[in-house]
């Protein structure tokens, strides 16, 4: 289990395993600037400059604390077209981890989706996965396929204490492959299933996926973008694994998978993307793509010294030390917020916070983006900034309509080893207040809405002057303070 500290005084905190060696200052710009910046960003979180950011809290993609290792690593890459030998340390590294024999290179995560729908991707296919992400239910649409999802009921229930809320509905996957028998070119589950809430899956479940697939003869893609919570969940929740190393169940993962994809701005906290696979001629179906979309196959887009710090980042994630810090201060996060009241998504899980934005701001209608809503006035409350997941981030319906989100949430990333306590603390502070300030806050409409992917770029403005009565009461209550 790595070593767990406890305290003298009773309490329970979680405690950083690493020092803060390299440093980015901060600014917390006024609560006046925050109403001006937000506005001039069309009230899209997307849009805000970072320099009017205190904590960024919209992902953690490509923005995880690297190591001194990694950063050293960074110094001695080989520059080539072809052959270069940091592609090697990563292939060494890699499939030392996954115990995979053959390895492509990818930009990032999404270009890796391109690649393993363009090789097996045909018109009219169906693909049948835990949870969809969005990048992956896009690339499988161009290519003419189609996404079902096979969550079990519980994944939507917001505030639950079931542990592996990723995990798939394996009986509706037998049927499902029984009944699209020759339409299926591949299964996909996805670790810590991100729209969800960040949320894991057992190896039991993956284990009956695997099994159901390779009974049937279809392959089983992994995509280990959000691994690392995964497998901090796997060892902490699942009681067969307690004594194994993250190691061991990073290859148990592995071994049920016929390709492991990922995106390295997550699993290896560096910038690019892999795809492994166990056999030649899976490989070579895949392989044609990469120098066509990518780049040739020892960098596919990737800087060697991004490859690297990859190499490096992946053997730090078998350290259980380095892993848990994310998932530890979610946990704190969210247990401070449910503390004073504020309705979070339970269990807490990896890559960020959920705020429940339909309960924190009832009063706002779908119709008016209420998780945009609170994303606005999250920032405007404190400098943090989170990303909208609701109805703001769906497409809208055939028929012009708005298509309202099953859920609203606000998800407030926690980076690896880049935020303090005391700055989990500053941002539960303000959530807080803005919670008990909740009726202050109204909505938002469209100023200018592109037809696809609108949530990134698209601006909006508040339905009233509420960002302006929100800024007047934080100034009765906190005077002068930022
Ligand atoms: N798969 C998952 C599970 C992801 O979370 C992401 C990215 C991707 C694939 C695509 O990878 O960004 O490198 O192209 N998630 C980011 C996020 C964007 O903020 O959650 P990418």
Same mark, same amino acid.
């Given at each position: ?43 899209? @979180? ?52 996954? $115990?995979?024999?053959?390895? &492509? ?44 999802? &096979? ?130 001629? @899976? ?16 960098? $596919? ?24 810090? $994310? ?42 983006? @209420? ?10 409350? $404190? ?50 207040? &803005? ?17 696809? &992917? ?29």
């Amino acid at each position: 289990m790595g070593s767990t500290i406890s305290f003298f005084s009773g309490e329970s905190f979680p405690i950083e395993m690493h020092k803060v060696r390299i440093v980015q200052k901060l600014s917390l710009i006024p609560i006046e600037e925050r109403v001006s910046a937000m506005q001039a960003a069309g009230f899209n @979180t997307f849009l805000l400059k970072n320099n009017s950011i205190f904590m960024d809290m919209l992902t953690d993609s490509g923005v995880n604390a690297m190591s001194d290792r990694q950063l050293a690593s960074m110094m001695m890459a080989d520059d080539a077209y072809a052959g270069s030998m940091s592609f090697e340390r990563l292939k060494e590294a890699a499939i030392g981890i996954f $115990g995979k024999d053959f390895i &492509l290179p990818a930009h990032q995560g999404r270009a890796a989706e391109n690649i393993i729908s363009s090789a097996f991707v045909k018109p009219g296919n169906v693909v049948p996965m835990n949870y969809h992400f969005t990048t992956t239910k896009a690339h499988i649409g161009l290519r003419g396929g189609s996404v079902v999802e &096979l969550f079990k009921p519980v994944a939507m229930d917001l505030s639950s204490d079931e542990p592996f809320k990723g995990n798939m509905d394996t009986d509706a996957l037998a049927t499902l492959l029984d009944s699209e028998r020759g339409n299926v070119p591949f299964v996909r589950m996805e670790a810590g299933t991100n729209l969800i809430g960040g949320q894991p899956w057992s190896l039991a479940n993956l284990k009956e996926v695997g099994k159901i697939c390779r009974d049937r003869g279809i392959p089983l893609v992994l995509d280990a973008s959000l691994l690392a919570d995964n497998l901090y969940f796997i060892k902490t929740r699942e009681a067969s694994q307690r004594d194994a190393s993250i190691r061991e169940i990073t290859r148990r993962i592995s071994d049920e998978a016929d390709i492991v994809y990922f995106s390295a701005r997550k699993l290896g906290c560096a910038r690019g993307g892999l795809i492994l696979s166990n056999d030649q001629s @899976t490989h070579d179906k895949m392989l044609e793509f990469v120098p066509l979309y990518e780049g040739f196959l020892t960098y $596919g887009g990737m800087s060697v010294r991004e490859i690297e710090a990859i190499a490096v980042g992946l053997e730090e994630t078998m350290d259980f030390d380095m892993i848990r810090h $994310g998932p530890e201060f979610i946990k704190l996060m969210a247990d401070e917020l449910a503390k004073k009241g504020v309705p979070v998504v339970t269990p807490a899980g990896g890559l960020g916070c959920h705020l429940n934005a339909s309960e924190f701001l009832s009063h706002v209608p779908q119709t008016e983006f @209420t998780a945009g809503a609170l994303a606005a006035a999250t920032f405007i409350a $404190g400098g943090v900034r989170g990303m909208e997941r609701g109805t703001l981030s769906e497409e809208r319906n055939p028929d012009g309509s708005e298509h309202l989100s099953e859920v609203e949430l606000l998800r407030l990333a926690v980076p690896r080893r880049v935020f303090t306590m005391s700055q989990i603390k500053y941002a539960v502070d303000r959530i807080h207040w &803005l919670f008990e300030n909740r009726r202050l806050v109204g909505g938002l409409k469209w100023i200018s809405e592109p037809k696809i &992917l609108r949530f990134f770029s698209g601006t909006l403005d508040a339905v009233s002057d509420w960002p302006n009565s929100l800024a007047r009461k934080f100034r009765a209550d906190f005077g002068d303070s930022l």
